[in-house]
C-alpha cells in the first residue's frame, strides 16, 4: 500500500518551533518531488515548500522564507519540515505529499501535480 505519514505537528507558543516529517511506505520518495501544504479553517489549500526529486531545487512560499527549511533523507525516506519563529498565522493543518511536481525557486504549487497525500498533522501556534 502506497502511503504518506505526516507527524511532528502539536502546539507551540509564537517564535517557537515545530519539525514535521512525512515518510513514504510501499515506494520511494527518491523519485518525487515532495510538497508541504497547508490548510486553515475557512482557507484554500496552499503550497508552503517543495524539493525537487533530486533535492537540488527547493522553493518557500514568501510568508515562509527564512524560517521554514525543507531537506530530504534518502536513506529514511523522508522528508523534513522545519519550522521555526513560528506565528498564529501559520496555524494550519499540514500536508505533504508526493509527485511529478515542477519545484524550483519561485515555481508555483499546483495540487494536481502530486499524486499521493498523507493525512495531514494539525500545528498550533498560540500562546
Known amino acids: 500500500q502506497l502511503q504518506l505519514v505526516e507527524s511532528g505537528g502539536g502546539l507551540v507558543q509564537p517564535g517557537g518551533s515545530l519539525r514535521l516529517s512525512c515518510a513514504a511506505s510501499?515506494?520511494?520518495?527518491?523519485?518525487?518531488?515532495i510538497g508541504w501544504f497547508r490548510q486553515a479553517p475557512g482557507k484554500e489549500r496552499e503550497g508552503v515548500s517543495c524539493i525537487s526529486s533530486s533535492g537540488g531545487n527547493i522553493n518557500y512560499a514568501d510568508s515562509v522564507k527564512g524560517r521554514f527549511t525543507i531537506s530530504r533523507d534518502s536513506a529514511k525516506n523522508t522528508v523534513t519540515l522545519q519550522m521555526n519563529s513560528l506565528k498564529p498565522e501559520d496555524t494550519a493543518v499540514y500536508y505533504c505529499?508526493?509527485?511529478?511536481?515542477?519545484?524550483?525557486?519561485?515555481?508555483?504549487?499546483?495540487?494536481?501535480?502530486?499524486?499521493?497525500w498523507g493525512q495531514g498533522t494539525q500545528v498550533t501556534v498560540s500562546s
Open positions: 510501499g515506494f520511494s520518495l527518491d523519485y518525487y518531488a
Open positions: 505529499a508526493a509527485g511529478p511536481a515542477i519545484c524550483y525557486s519561485g515555481s508555483a504549487y499546483y495540487l494536481y501535480e502530486y499524486d499521493y
